[in-house]
C-alpha cells in the first residue's frame, strides 16, 4: 500500500464553520506534511509533524490547526476560515524527515470558503 | 537562501517530440532534487529523483542528471505521449536541518496527437 488517503475530496464552508480535513497513510511513514496550493502555483508547506511530533510551522495563522494523533493519522483543523483561504489542500508522508526520503502525496481536498 | 526556477510554460509539443524541461536551483549544503508530475485535478506524485551530484534518476522514460557544476536538474524524455500532458514541479530537499520541499512554480506540459 503506498497510498496517502485525504478525505473529503471537496468541501464547502461557510466563514462562521468548524470542518476538518483527515489523512491517512499505512506506509509506516513518520514525518507527515500539509501543504496548500493556489491555483496554477505550487504548493506551499503549512506544516510537518516527525514522530507524531510537530517540527514545522510555517507561521500559518490560528484558524489552521494541525493534529496527529497516531502515527499513521493527520488532521488539519479548520475554524473561521476567509475566502482567499479557498485552495487545494494537500497531505504528504515520507519514511522520515530526511532530505533524500521520497514525499508520497495524497489526492488532496479542494477546498472553498464562501 | 533555498530555491528552485523552472522555465515558464506552457510547452506544448506534438507526439513524439522530445521534451526538456529546465530547472535550476540554489541550495547551501547538499540537496536531494526531485520532479514531480500533477495530472489535472490531482494531487502530486514523484516523477524521479536524485540525492547526490551525478546521479541520474529515470521513470517512465523520463530521465534527470544532478548537475552540482551548474546547479541544475533538467527533465528529458526521448518521446512524449498524449498521456504525459501534465504540470511537472522540480523540487529540492533541504539539508540544513528543517528537511522542507522546495517547489518550483511548475511547467504545464500539452501534448498534442
Known amino acids: 500500500d503506498t497510498e496517502v488517503t485525504q478525505t473529503p475530496k471537496h468541501l464547502v464552508m461557510g466563514m462562521t464553520n468548524k470542518k476538518s480535513l483527515k489523512c491517512e497513510q499505512h506506509?509506516?511513514?513518520?514525518?507527515m506534511y500539509w501543504y496548500k496550493q493556489k491555483a496554477k502555483k505550487p504548493p506551499e508547506l503549512m506544516f510537518v509533524y516527525s514522530y507524531e511530533k510537530l517540527s514545522i510551522n510555517e507561521s500559518v495563522p490560528s484558524r489552521f490547526s494541525p493534529e496527529c494523533p497516531n502515527s499513521s493519522l493527520l488532521n488539519l483543523h479548520l475554524h473561521a476560515l476567509q475566502p482567499e483561504d479557498s485552495a487545494l489542500y494537500l497531505c504528504?508522508?515520507?519514511?522520515?524527515?530526511?532530505?533524500?526520503?521520497?514525499?508520497?502525496f495524497g489526492q488532496g481536498t479542494r477546498l472553498t470558503v464562501v | 537562501g533555498n530555491s528552485v526556477t523552472q522555465m515558464e510554460g506552457p510547452v506544448t509539443l506534438s507526439e513524439e517530440a522530445f521534451l526538456t524541461i529546465n530547472c535550476t536551483y540554489t541550495?547551501?549544503?547538499?540537496?536531494?532534487l526531485f520532479w514531480y508530475v500533477q495530472y489535472p485535478g490531482e494531487g502530486l506524485q514523484l516523477l524521479l529523483k536524485a540525492t547526490k551530484a551525478d546521479d541520474k534518476g529515470s521513470n517512465k522514460g523520463f530521465e534527470a542528471t544532478y548537475r552540482k557544476e551548474t546547479t541544475s536538474f533538467h527533465l528529458e524524455k526521448g518521446s512524449v505521449q498524449v498521456s504525459d500532458s501534465a504540470v511537472y514541479f522540480c523540487a529540492l530537499s533541504t539539508t540544513s536541518g528543517t528537511y522542507k520541499y522546495i517547489f518550483g512554480t511548475g511547467t504545464r506540459l500539452k501534448v498534442l496527437a
Open positions: 506506509m509506516g511513514h513518520r514525518a
Open positions: 541550495a547551501t549544503g547538499y540537496p536531494s
Open positions: 504528504a508522508s515520507s519514511q522520515i524527515l530526511n532530505p533524500a526520503s521520497d514525499a508520497f
